[in-house]
C-alpha cells in the first residue's frame, strides 16, 4: 500500500482515557467515550474501555454495528437523534439513545416492546447552542408522556453544547440543567439516573470546579482521541496529543520559484489564489490531498518544514528550511486536528493501522502440543533446531501447557489428530488478549447448521455462533482474521463472510494478486492492532488437486509470515489425512514458518 496511513497508537488512547476517567471520577462524574471519530473503530472502543469508560457513544448505527461484530458488549449510547426510519434497529444494538422528539420515542416505545426490551431515553435540553434539544417550554410535558410508554425508560437529561452555536458550558446553564432534572423528578416522582452535562468543551468547567455535583456524565471523544479540551481548545494535562499521526510519501522534489508564471485565473476548487514572491524555493508533493484528508488541519511534524497548499491528489510542501533534507520517497509526518482526523479517519484511501507496543520478539522458541505422529520424531527435532529453533514438548494439549507457552513467549506448534484450534485460540485470547487469525484452507468453517461436522464449525463456533457458552470475538475480532485459499463455501458461509466482512482471499484473488501480495495483506489484517496472530494450517490449501496452492505458492507465504516475526502460534492439529503416506510438504511448510529459506 503506497498511499497515505494514519497509525493509530492504542496505548496513548489507552492512557489518555485513562487520565480523563480519573479526573472526572474526582468529580463524580462518569465518562461515555465517543469513538465516532474513528467510525466506530473496534480497537479504539476497546482502549477507551480498557482506560476505564463506563461505556461507547457512538453518532451512528452502522459504526455501533461494528462495535457489536467485534465482540463489544459495553453499553452503547447513540449520540445522534435516531431517525423515524431507524428505531428498529436502534432498539436491537444500542441500549440508550439521546431524544428530542416526542413522536421518535412513541416509534421507539413500539419497537422495544414488540421485541420484549426495554430502551434507555436521555431527553436532550437545547440551553442555547442551537443543535438538537428540546426547547425548555415543552420538557415536562414531553417527559410527562415519555414515562407512560412501554418499552422505554426514561433514564436521564442531557444537554450538548459547543458544537454549532459555541455556546460555552458554564455554572449558570448547567444548574439550569440540574433545576430542570430536578423539575422533571418532582412533577413526576421518579429518579433520573443520567444527568449528562457535555462533551470536551465541559472539562474546562470540571477543572475550575463549577460543574454542578448533580452533573454525573460527561461524554468525552476529542479530549479522549486527541488530549485537548474543545471549550479553549487547550491541551489536557498529562495526555498525549499525537495518538493519530498521519504518513504521506514526498512524490517529487525540485526547486521552483514561489509565484506562478503567466496570467493566473482560478484554482482547482474556484478559488482565486494569491502568492507571495518569497523567491526560489525546494518544493516537494505529498501523495495525499484534499480527497483524502482536510488539509488545513494538518501540521507537520517536523517544525521545519510548512503546507503551502493543496488540491485533490497533492499536497505542496515547503522544504527550503528543512533541517533534515527529505529525499523522494520518504514519508513526511503530520498530527491532525478534529476536523482533519475525521476526514482521514472516513476516507477509503487512507489506511487506518492501529497499533499496540510490541511486545518483545518472541525468541526461536517452540513447544510441541500434542502427539503427532508426523512431527514428534527426533529427525524433525533436529531439522527445526539446525534452524536455529529451541524445541520443548511434546507436551499434551491441555490449557495449562498452550497459556504457559503463549506468557512464555514461545510459540506453540500444535499438531496432533484432534483438531485442537479452538483450544489453542483460547489459549492465546486468555494470555495474550487482542489476537489476529489466518486461516490458510480451501474451507471457511463457519458452518452454523446443527448437523455440520465439527471441524467445519471452527470459526464460526469461535466467533459465537454456534455454542452460547464460547466467544472469541472480542479478542479475535473479525476484522483481524483472514482466510487465504479459499475454494468453496456453502451459502450459509458466504453470507456470514459478507455479513461479518470476514477478510478472505479466494484461489481467485490469488490468482489475481499474487499469493505475495495476498500475504502481505492478510498479515496487515491480522496484525493490525493485535498482539500477533495464530496461524491455522490446513493441507487441503495446497492438497493434491489443481485447484489449490502450489508448493511454491505456499512456501512464499510462509516465508513471508516467518519474516513478519508475528506468528504466535502454529496449528497443524487435525489435518492428517487418512491413508496418506508422504508428508513431506506439509514438514516443509512448517518449517519454512519456522524461517527455513530455500537457500539456506
Ligand atoms: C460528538 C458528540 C460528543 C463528543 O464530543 P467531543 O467534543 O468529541 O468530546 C458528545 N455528545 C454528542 C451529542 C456528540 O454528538
Redesign the pocket.
Known amino acids: 500500500m503506497s498511499g497515505p496511513v494514519i497509525t493509530v497508537d492504542l496505548k496513548k488512547i489507552e492512557d489518555n482515557t485513562r487520565v480523563i476517567v480519573d479526573f472526572c471520577g474526582e468529580h463524580g462524574i462518569d465518562v461515555i467515550g465517543?469513538s465516532?471519530?474513528t467510525c466506530g473503530m473496534p480497537s479504539v472502543a476497546k482502549a477507551m474501555i480498557s482506560g476505564g469508560v463506563k461505556g461507547i457513544?457512538e453518532?451512528r448505527i452502522e459504526n455501533i454495528n461494528r462495535l457489536r461484530m467485534s465482540g463489544i458488549n459495553h453499553p452503547v449510547t447513540l449520540?445522534?437523534i435516531p431517525p423515524l426510519s431507524g428505531v428498529d434497529e436502534i432498539v436491537n444494538s444500542v441500549d440508550i439513545s439521546?431524544n428530542s422528539e416526542f413522536s421518535v420515542i412513541k416509534e421507539l416505545s413500539r419497537a422495544a416492546d414488540k421485541k420484549g426490551k426495554i430502551h434507555g431515553v436521555i431527553l436532550m435540553l437545547d440551553l442555547g447552542d442551537l443543535r438538537?434539544g428540546i426547547w425548555p417550554d415543552d420538557l415536562i410535558h414531553i417527559a410527562t408522556e415519555t414515562v407512560k410508554l412501554p418499552g422505554i425508560k426514561l433514564v436521564g437529561l442531557g444537554t450538548?453544547l459547543?458544537?454549532y452555536g459555541g455556546v460555552l458550558p458554564s455554572e449558570k446553564n448547567m444548574q439550569m440543567l440540574v433545576d430542570y432534572a430536578h423539575k422533571i423528578e418532582d412533577t413526576l416522582n421518579i429518579k433520573l439516573d443520567i444527568l449528562s452535562g457535555?462533551?470536551?468543551?465541559s472539562l474546562e468547567l470540571v477543572s475550575q470546579g463549577k460543574m454542578p455535583k448533580e452533573i454525573n456524565q460527561l461524554?468525552?471523544?476529542?479530549?479522549i482521541?486527541l488530549g485537548r479540551e474543545?471549550a479553549y481548545g487547550r491541551t489536557w494535562p498529562g495526555t498525549s496529543f499525537d495518538s493519530f499521526t498521519l504518513k504521506a510519501e514526498l512524490i517529487e522534489i525540485k526547486t521552483k520559484p514561489s509565484l506562478p508564471i503567466g496570467e493566473t485565473g482560478m484554482d482547482a476548487f474556484g478559488g482565486k489564489p494569491v502568492f507571495e514572491d518569497k523567491g526560489e524555493m525546494i518544493r516537494g508533493i505529498l501523495n495525499i490531498g484534499r480527497e483524502d484528508i482536510d488539509v488545513d488541519g494538518l501540521s507537520p511534524t517536523d517544525n521545519s518544514l510548512s503546507i503551502i497548499g493543496a488540491s485533490s491528489d497533492h499536497l505542496l510542501l515547503n522544504i527550503t528550511d528543512a533541517v533534515k533534507k527529505p529525499q523522494l520517497g520518504d514519508k513526511v509526518g503530520f498530527t491532525l486536528n478534529?476536523g482533519a482526523l475525521l476526514a482521514g479517519m472516513t476516507s477509503a484511501y487512507v489506511l487506518k493501522k492501529p497499533i499496540l507496543p510490541k511486545s518483545s520478539l518472541i525468541k526461536n522458541r517452540i513447544a510441541m502440543i500434542g502427539s503427532s505422529p508426523v512431527f514428534n520424531t527426533p529427525e524433525i527435532k533436529s531439522r527445526l533446531t539446525s534452524l536455529g529453533v529451541e524445541v520443548t514438548g511434546p507436551l499434551a494439549p491441555i490449557s495449562i501447557n498452550l497459556e504457559k507457552a503463549f506468557r512464555d513467549r514461545t510459540v506453540p506448534f500444535i499438531a496432533g489428530p484432534q483438531r485442537e484450534t479452538l483450544l489453542g485460540m483460547t489459549a492465546m485470547k486468555n494470555t495474550l488478549g487482542q489476537s489476529g487469525l489466518i486461516i490458510l484452507d480451501s474451507h471457511a468453517s463457519l458452518m452454523v447448521s446443527e448437523s455440520a461436522k465439527p471441524d467445519r464449525k471452527i470459526l464460526s463456533t469461535a466467533l459465537g455462533l454456534v455454542d452460547d457458552n464460547i466467544n472469541m470475538s472480542s479478542e479475535f475480532s473479525p476484522e483481524n482474521i483472514v482466510i487465504i485459499g479459499l475454494q468453496e463455501a456453502e451459502k450459509e458461509e458466504s453470507d456470514l463472510i459478507r455479513r461479518l466482512n470476514l477478510t478472505v482471499f479466494t484461489m481467485e484473488d490469488i490468482d489475481l494478486l499474487g499469493i505475495r501480495e495476498v500475504t502481505r495483506r492478510a498479515l496487515r489484517t491480522a496484525c493490525s492492532g493485535t498482539h500477533g496472530f495464530y496461524l491455522s494450517f490446513c493441507q487441503d490449501v495446497g492438497s493434491n488437486t489443481s485447484e489449490g496452492l502450489t508448493a511454491r505458492e505456499l512456501h512464499l507465504a510462509m516465508e513471508l509470515i516467518s519474516k513478519s516475526e508475528q506468528m504466535r502460534a502454529i496449528d497443524v492439529s487435525g489435518c492428517l489425512k487418512e491413508g496418506q503416506i508422504d508428508y513431506t510438504p506439509l514438514i516443509h511448510f512448517v518449517e519454512s514458518a519456522f524461517g527455513k529459506r530455500i537457500l539456506g
Open positions: 465517543v465516532k471519530v457513544g453518532s449520540l445522534r439521546l438538537e450538548n459547543t458544537c457535555g462533551n470536551s468543551s461524554r468525552i471523544g476529542e479530549a482521541m474543545t478534529y
